[in-house]
Nanobody
Framework: VQLVESGGGSVQTGGSLRLSCAASGSPSSIYCMSWFRQALGKEREWVASHKAHGRTDYANSVKGRFVISRDRAENTLSLQMNSLKPEDTGMYYC????????????WGQGTQVTVST
């Protein structure tokens, strides 16, 4: 499975961005797709997950502001990010899990999101 992210960029506080992740290879084998992010000098943290049966989960820090969605026909994962804050700044990574969201089997290369004041 190969994952390629797009849609990152720079935005002011309160703005919106939409990230996309295109999956290729054997996307039908994916059980869970997630977004993670990593700020400079910090550890990578989980942001949101979308399971095969449609359940979504969010980190408390983004709940109510971010929406994760998956288009199985197009093999894409999206993250709509609204009301962005400077603390949302970081490299955002798409992740795919074959059995459980807790174990990532594949990573994308990342796309940078910068939120300025």
């Amino acid at each position: 499975v190969q994952l390629v992210e797009s849609g990152g960029g720079s935005v002011q506080t309160g703005g919106s961005l939409r990230l996309s992740c295109a999956a290729s290879g054997s996307p039908s084998s994916i059980y869970c797709m997630s977004w993670f992010r990593q700020a400079l000098g910090k550890e990578r943290e989980w942001v949101a997950s979308h399971k095969a049966h449609g359940r979504t989960d969010y980190a408390n820090s983004v709940k109510g502001r971010f929406v994760i969605s998956r288009d199985r026909a197009e093999n894409t994962l999206s993250l709509q990010m609204n009301s962005l804050k400077p603390e949302d700044t970081g490299m955002y990574y798409c992740a795919a899990s074959l059995r459980t969201c807790g174990i990532t089997d594949y990573w994308g290369q990342g796309t940078q999101v910068t939120v300025s004041t």
